[in-house]
């Protein structure tokens, strides 16, 4: 514990009023960082000092503040969810930085989730690509006693580690061409390996690539940035899959 | 006020089966003509839409998330109980419904609790189905384990992130119905105000959270599936956005509101660091399945852990609880910390924590096992103190972390106003004083899936209910009203933050009405109270307009919440002068310290009605019948 | 009739990379054949001739050209879609941005190296194709290969392809849906071994610069590489 040693540091911020006001990058000094904070909660003193100054403070999303809403989403010094591996920015502590240290924080600059206000994203379009299959139909009360669908263990294993993702969006704000393969990939993976979720294998992969191709995400080149920064370690296995699951219905289905 | 409860006839394992035969049905071409507002998207208020959406019904869901998928449930860690008794263990729906009864301090309705229990195998069912991905054994059944507070394995769980699953079970079984055309989703709508019309809850205000416009709905019934509010301590394990808001606003409208004192106190928290903290981390309490909780037996010791030898060490729980020792239920395990922290034998640098030592455990199991069973809570521990678990003991204090009371409901989950359902952690009805260990996601999901489908049907089917629209006047007065909040919360340009009063407030629960409650300490924040509250109207700032994304107006719409409801809180932690589950009264106590029920005068829900602006809250009673369960003395020694 | 599925494959994200995955191992798969071919000429002018004119001579290998041509079109359509497409969602405006150990110089090069390939495609067919061939593949090969020009422009192509192989390969499996724990690992490997030996253009063009052939003759030997 080191909390008697509070340090300073620069902050460089994108500002943007709205969605269609041109932004840029500010500067603050932040004061009495101690490095037991998390850098959201440094974002917290910078905010409250501009509101005791009567200006606008720093719009930017969290809420579990625990790594597992999926909210909270900003490049720190180019780094999607800051430096540390396998978290969330809500996660980072200021001990990974030092005295006078100038740390750049931007939103995801993605086409498909357009800036609402300074660091506020709109990632809506994850929710319309998951209207678009990623579910099982069942309706409540319809469904047979849970142990009567036996699920191989290690099938159970991978389906959940594809689920474990959190929707943040980091995979999209990493990859070089904006794509959403990785979350995509990720729940139809999810739902192939199930056995509950085979009568809709090829219909859910058909229409959720298609409602991702329309949302305006990239393709993928296979530069895996996306699985590099996954705070949830979601692997590109998944986007295999879902390449096979697309191929496969393309041909094989009805559809 | 008037409390009916609607509990049904018969013998209680028939209840809910009678009932259901009783409620009205309404025709299937018929359900699309009713407009369902369902407020919130966490585990109750995203199955019951996907639910009611499934039945036909016109179904509206709002969040004040970006996406209906980040609801607090999303942050449960441990799992969900059922009665399954796969592991044959003798377990049955009988023994959950005692277990759930028993560990809330009877101070639950029985009746409720039972229904919860029998739908608890219906909830494991339907998740399984529609790809929940729960642990599974080798040969592919589902896998439990044990939990807090029962001598049984029937927790079902989805690694450390059974909420998140659940959640989005439920969430995706919403956007089936979004893509279906009978949900639509409003997200970043905070619901600002509820509407009613001839005595009946017809329509909500929302805010939409980037335009700040003020938005009207109409609808035949309002579901507030809104959480709790345990934010109101500041500090707390809830995310940022969790509120006491929709709530309140229905308790002015005439909603009652039940023991707002039963508040649970997590032990296994993360202690906070400094005055920056903004949220306080839970580690599941498997933890305290191989660790041992401790401290120096000297006051303000301030040698390290290592160099404080085994004799000078007082491993208070097991010293206190022979028979539980380390696995004693969450308030007592609470209440035993807080006890040896004020007392003066706190660890760490502020004193406010105790020792959660895994030494011994690594000993008999070695440190591979250990980091198998709970790696990723090292590694959590780790990242937000630096501190190796592994090496030197874990420190933790308890933290707020859920809140049992909530919107009084009767048997169909209807609050005192007619056509306003409240579901999940919003109620009150199943968890009494203490809420047990993965009970909360059973009841999210009994009420949303399961319960609210067939009563809200019911209510429907009974009425008559004349036209209504979002023109109608009752709206735009609403909307009047809350601009006139704004204005005047924006007019006020003062030096405080919101954040700051909030902690401010935060500090007032924390300390007077906390973990150990007396007479004095609450009277004493009856009079702070007021005061902060009365300093925000005076002195709070939120820069920027109010038609715009202003996350400062959000958060002190909240906060002004938050230090009207705070007082009623109080003013119920007052009134109930007993010891029972979460709520512990130091009159009322053993001569061991232990907590002390008084089934006498307080075997009953207080439920508190609001008279209006400045006047005192009234108190009503329902008296809680236990047929079914013999009352006992809680006792874990 | 239904061709939707056919649709699909020029349409969709998936559809096109699957297009470009199986003409690239098509391309790929030429690539090794051609490099055997080349290592005939160490068998001698009389043995690589022959190969070249039983191959001029037999009918099919003109279908065979226009398929390869094919192939070759729908790889850089296909590639030149998705990369085009990739440019206009592209994340954008990053002040600072720092990759995070995914990609490598193989995969960040890819447009690069295609565009140098297709330079260099060109380069050749005008060196080797389009010209007159009277003297004999033979003498027109080797004789080339003594031109320090040609040889740099030479070894420059080899090696944007041995790098475009080095993403292009296991990339490609990665799209049609190959990754297992098991494989994917033998996979990068295969993918990285035909990259390297894609450098064997450039080590039998080197070989004739140096004039190695011309010393082993003088000193009596025969170089058989392939018995």
Request: net charge negative; glycine share 12%.
């Given at each position: 514990m080191n909390s008697s040693k509070h340090f300073s540091v620069i902050v460089r911020v994108w500002r943007q009023a709205g969605p269609v006001e041109p932004g840029k990058m500010v500067s603050y000094k932040v004061a009495?960082?101690?490095?037991?904070?998390?850098f959201l909660e440094m974002l917290d003193i910078l905010n409250d000092s501009l509101l005791k100054k009567n200006e606008a403070p720093v719009a930017f999303e969290s809420d579990c503040r625990e790594g597992i809403c999926g909210t909270c989403g900003l490049v720190v010094n180019g780094d999607v969810h800051g430096p540390d591996e396998h978290s969330t920015v809500c996660q980072l502590h200021m001990r990974r930085f030092r005295d006078g240290d100038v740390i750049t924080v931007e939103p995801w600059r993605v086409k498909a989730f357009p800036v609402l206000k300074d660091l506020v994203v709109d990632r809506s379009a994850l929710d319309r690509m998951m209207a678009a299959g990623g579910f099982i139909s069942v309706n409540t009360?319809?469904?047979?006693?849970?142990?009567s669908i036996p699920v191989e263990k290690d099938k159970a294993e991978e389906a959940m580690d594809a689920a474990?993702?959190?929707?943040?969006?980091a995979c999209v704000a990493s990859c070089p061409n904006g794509a959403a393969m990785l979350f995509t990939g990720a729940k139809i993976s999810q739902l192939a390996l199930l056995p509950q979720g085979g009568p809709e294998r090829a219909a859910r992969a058909l229409s959720m690539v298609a409602a991702m191709d329309k949302e305006g995400f990239g393709n993928c080149t296979n530069e895996y940035e996306c699985e590099a920064v996954c705070p949830k370690q979601v692997k590109v296995a998944n986007i295999a899959r879902m390449n096979r699951e697309f191929l496969l219905a393309n041909l094989f289905s009805k559809r | 006020m008037k409390l009916d409860a609607q509990i049904p006839a018969g013998p209680i394992e028939k209840k809910w089966d009678a009932h259901k035969f009783n409620l009205k049905l309404v025709n299937p071409n018929n359900r699309r003509k009713f407009d369902v507002l369902v407020v919130g998207s966490g585990l109750a208020g995203a199955s019951a839409a996907a639910s009611l959406g499934e039945l036909g019904y016109n179904v509206k869901v709002f969040t004040l998330h970006d996406s209906p998928r980040r609801a607090h449930s999303i942050a449960a860690q441990g799992g969900i109980n059922a009665a399954k008794n796969y592991p044959n263990d003798g377990d049955s729906v009988w023994r959950l419904f005692h277990d759930t009864v028993k560990g809330g301090d009877y101070r639950a309705r029985e009746a409720n609790v039972y229904r919860l229990a029998q739908l608890s195998n219906q909830i494991i069912d339907h998740c399984a189905a529609i790809g929940v991905p729960f642990a599974r054994e080798y040969g592919g059944l589902l896998s439990n384990r044990s939990f807090g507070g029962a001598q049984l394995s029937r927790t079902f769980y989805a690694r450390g992130q059974t909420g998140q699953q659940l959640l989005l079970g439920a969430y995706s079984a919403m956007m089936r119905q979004v893509a279906a055309g009978t949900v639509t989703v409003f997200p970043r709508r905070e619901m600002v105000d509820l509407v009613i019309k001839n005595g009946r809850a017809r329509g909500i205000t929302t805010r939409n959270l980037v335009t700040g416009d003020l938005e009207a709905h109409s609808g035949h019934a309002v579901l507030l599936c809104t959480g709790g509010y345990a934010n109101v301590f500041y500090l707390s394990t809830n995310a940022a956005s969790c509120n006491v808001s929709a709530a309140w606003t229905a308790y002015k409208k005439g909603a009652g509101f039940a023991n707002p004192c039963f508040t649970q106190i997590h032990p296994t928290c993360i202690p906070r660091s400094g005055e920056h903290q903004s949220k306080l981390t839970l580690m599941s309490e498997s933890l305290r399945n191989d660790a041992r909780v401790w401290v120096p037996k000297t006051r303000a010791d301030k040698r390290t852990p290592h160099q404080i030898p085994e004799e000078e060490r007082d491993y208070f729980l097991e010293r206190r609880y022979p028979a539980f020792g380390n696995l004693v239920p969450r308030d007592i395990a609470s209440r035993a910390a807080k006890t040896v922290v004020d007392a003066g034998f706190g660890v760490g640098p502020t004193g406010q924590s105790v020792y959660l030592d895994f030494r011994d455990a690594i000993k008999r199991k070695g440190e591979a096992k250990i980091k198998d069973e709970y790696g990723n809570l090292f590694d959590m521990y780790y990242q937000i103190t630096d501190e190796n678990g592994y090496k030197t003991p874990m420190r933790i204090y308890p933290a707020p972390h859920y809140?049992?009371?909530g919107l009084w409901v009767d048997y169909n989950l209807m609050t005192t106003i007619p056509g306003l359902f409240a579901l999940g952690e919003a109620n009150f009805s199943d968890h009494g004083a203490n809420r047990l260990g993965a009970s909360a996601l059973m009841q999210g999901l009994a009420d949303g899936f399961f319960i609210a489908p067939s009563t809200v049907g019911g209510y429907l089917a009974a009425n008559k209910f004349e036209a209504a629209s979002a023109l109608d006047p009752e709206f735009s007065e609403s909307a009047k009203q809350v601009q006139a909040k704004i204005n005047r919360l924006i007019s006020i340009k003062g030096d405080k933050t919101p954040s700051e009063l909030h902690r401010q407030l935060g500090n007032v629960m924390w300390n007077d009405a906390g973990m150990g409650r007396t007479e004095a300490s609450l009277k004493k924040a009856l009079k702070k109270i007021p005061e902060i509250r009365e300093e925000f109207w005076k002195n709070v700032t939120i820069a920027g307009a109010d038609k715009d994304f202003n996350q400062t107006l959000e958060k002190a719409m909240k906060v002004a919440d938050f230090l009207e409801f705070a007082e009623l809180f109080v003013r119920d932690a007052l009134e109930r002068k007993e010891s029972c589950g979460g709520h512990f009264r130091e009159e009322s106590c053993t001569a061991e310290g232990e907590a002390r029920r008084d089934d006498a005068n307080f075997s009953h829900a207080a439920v508190w009605g609001y008279q209006g602006e400045g006047k005192e809250a009234v108190l009503n009673k329902e008296p809680l019948e236990f047929e079914n369960i013999k009352m006992a003395e809680r006792s874990y020694k | 009739m239904d061709i939707t599925f056919v649709k699909r494959l020029i349409t969709t994200s998936i559809g096109r990379k699957a297009v470009m995955a199986v003409s690239g191992l098509l391309l790929g798969g030429f690539m090794l054949v051609h490099l055997a071919e080349n290592l005939l000429l160490f068998k001698g002018e009389a043995s690589y001739n022959a190969w070249v004119d039983l191959l001029l001579s037999n009918p099919v290998t003109p279908l065979l050209e226009v398929g390869l041509l094919g192939v070759f079109i729908a790889h850089i359509i296909t590639g030149a879609w998705v990369r085009l497409e990739d440019f206009l969602n592209a994340p954008r405006g990053y002040e600072a941005r720092k990759w995070q150990g995914g990609r490598t110089i193989g995969s960040a090069t890819m447009l690069y190296t295609a565009a140098g390939i297709l330079a260099y495609l060109a380069y050749h067919l005008l060196t080797?194709?389009?010209?007159?061939h009277s003297m004999g593949f033979y003498q027109m090969v080797t004789s080339a290969f003594r031109s320090p020009v040609f040889v740099t422009i030479y070894i420059a192509g080899s090696l944007a392809l041995a790098l475009h192989l080095s993403h292009g390969m296991q990339s490609a499996f990665q799209t049609l849906g190959?990754?297992?724990?098991?494989y994917t690992p033998l996979i990068k490997a295969g993918g990285l071994l035909v990259a390297v030996t894609m450098t064997g253009f450039a080590l039998i063009s080197l070989y004739y610069l140096a004039g190695i052939d011309l010393k082993a003759a003088e000193a009596g030997y025969q170089v058989v590489v392939i018995q």
């Open positions: 009495n960082v101690s490095p037991d904070m998390s009360g319809a469904a047979p006693e849970a142990n474990a993702c959190i929707g943040c969006g | 809140t049992m009371g | 080797f194709r389009f010209v007159d190959v990754n297992h724990p098991k």
